[in-house]
C-alpha cells in the first residue's frame, strides 16, 4: 500500500525529535531546506516561470547575422558584411543565414533592420524567407515583408504545433561546402574529367576547377556564388 499526501516545508522541519535518527526524516528535513532556498518562482503555488528569450545561432558553415536584440517574442538581426573582394576593395553584404531557438511555442517576429542599407535593397521585394527545421526540406516563409521605408526585412514565425521550436532561415536554400566537396568528388570521378586547384580563397579553401573535355573553345562556369 501506497500513501500520498501534500506537506508543506515547513511542516517537515518541526517533525518530532523521536524521528530525528530516522533516514527518511533526515532525508525529508533535506529535502524541506532545499524547498525552502529556493526561488519563489519555483515553489509550488507561484507564478509562472519568466518567459526564455529565442537563442540566435549563426556559427556553422555559411552561417551569417548578427543579434540586435531578442527576448521571447521579437527579434532584431542586422546581416553582417562578407570579406573585402580584392577587386572592387569594398565589403558586400545581401546573404543571412542562422538557426532560431524559441525557448517555448509561440509567434516570434524577426525584423533585418539594416536590409535596406545591403548590396542589393532591389532584391528584397520580391524575397520570401527561406525556413527548414532538418536543413533539407526548405520552404518559403509567406509573412515575409520588405518595408522600403524604413529598410527592414519582417516576417513572423509560428515556433508551435507543426512547426519546431529549432528553424534555420535563409536568404536562399544554402549550398554549403559539404555539399560542394561531395560535387567535386563526384566530379573527380567521372570519366572524361580532370579536377585541379587554381587557388586558395581568403578562408584557405581550394578553388576547384573542374576540367571537361579538349575542345579549342574555353567556356568558364562559376557556382557558389551568394544570391543577389
Avoid at 525552502?36 to 518567459?51: D, E, Q
Wanted: glycine share 6%.
Amino acid at each position: 500500500m501506497r500513501w500520498e499526501a501534500m506537506v508543506s516545508p515547513e511542516a517537515l522541519l518541526t517533525l518530532p525529535e523521536s524521528w530525528s535518527h530516522s533516514s527518511t526524516t533526515l532525508l525529508l528535513r533535506s529535502l524541506a531546506v532545499a524547498a525552502l532556498r529556493a526561488s519563489p518562482s519555483t515553489r509550488m503555488g507561484s507564478s509562472a516561470a519568466p518567459a526564455i528569450a529565442v537563442s540566435i545561432s549563426s556559427a556553422f558553415d555559411a552561417g551569417n547575422i548578427d543579434v540586435t536584440s531578442a527576448d521571447a517574442s521579437s527579434v532584431r538581426l542586422k546581416v553582417r558584411p562578407d570579406p573585402p573582394t580584392e577587386l572592387e576593395k569594398k565589403c558586400h553584404s545581401q546573404w543571412f543565414y542562422f538557426r532560431a531557438s524559441a525557448g517555448q511555442p509561440g509567434v516570434v517576429s524577426y525584423e533585418i533592420s539594416n536590409a535596406g542599407a545591403t548590396s542589393y535593397p532591389e532584391g528584397w521585394k520580391a524575397l520570401k524567407v527561406c525556413a527548414s527545421a532538418d536543413r533539407k526540406v526548405w520552404t518559403r516563409v509567406d509573412t515575409t515583408n520588405y518595408a522600403a521605408d524604413a529598410g527592414a526585412l519582417r516576417w513572423t514565425y509560428d515556433h508551435g504545433g507543426a512547426n519546431p521550436c529549432s528553424v534555420y532561415f535563409a536568404y536562399f536554400d544554402p549550398y554549403d561546402y559539404e555539399r560542394h566537396l561531395d560535387l567535386i568528388a563526384r566530379c573527380a570521378a567521372a570519366p572524361g574529367s580532370r579536377v585541379r586547384s587554381l587557388g586558395q580563397t581568403l578562408d584557405g579553401r581550394e578553388l576547384d576547377c573542374v576540367e571537361v573535355g579538349d575542345g579549342p573553345k574555353h567556356v568558364w562556369v562559376i557556382h557558389r556564388q551568394h544570391p543577389g
